[in-house]
């Protein structure tokens, strides 16, 4: 079993720079209507709306958050500038460190996210099967 979700983060990692490959596949975003409809089924209403737009914000956070990180923009804040470097670092360095594309606390709390200095390169960080395979 490969699903399309797996297939396609994969593909990122073999070709980064490809602005294409930086989104969500749109057949994720079906996956998740059955929770806008049994939310409101099991919460109260306002809570149940909360939790909708929510998760709308936070993909479209993501979404964009990991569009501008494959931009050739230079971000001016040191919190962008360190979103886009993680992210960098994950897909050119070792797919096992610095997950967070669009939070940084996650890494955090994970311990996922030390000095760049202190994490080898990864031979499988541009081709994830050759890892997963091995």
Not at 94 to 123: Q, R
Request: cysteine-free.
């Amino acid at each position: 079993i490969d699903p399309l979700i797996g297939q396609k983060h994969r593909e990122h990692h073999k070709d980064p720079e490809s602005v294409e490959k930086v989104f969500i596949p749109t057949h994720i975003y079906p996956l998740v209507l059955p929770l806008f409809l049994i939310w409101p089924l099991i919460l109260p209403i306002p809570l149940a709306l909360t939790l909708i737009i929510f998760d709308l914000f936070m993909s479209l956070q993501y979404e964009w958050t990991h569009y501008f990180v494959h931009t050739k923009y230079q971000p001016k804040t040191k919190y962008w500038q360190r979103l886009k470097a993680n992210h960098r670092l994950h897909l050119y360095k070792n797919e096992n460190y610095w997950y967070g594309v669009s939070m940084l606390f996650g890494d955090k709390i994970f311990n996922t996210a030390p000095p760049h200095t202190a994490v080898p390169f990864s031979e499988t960080a541009r081709d994830l099967e050759k890892g997963f395979y091995k």
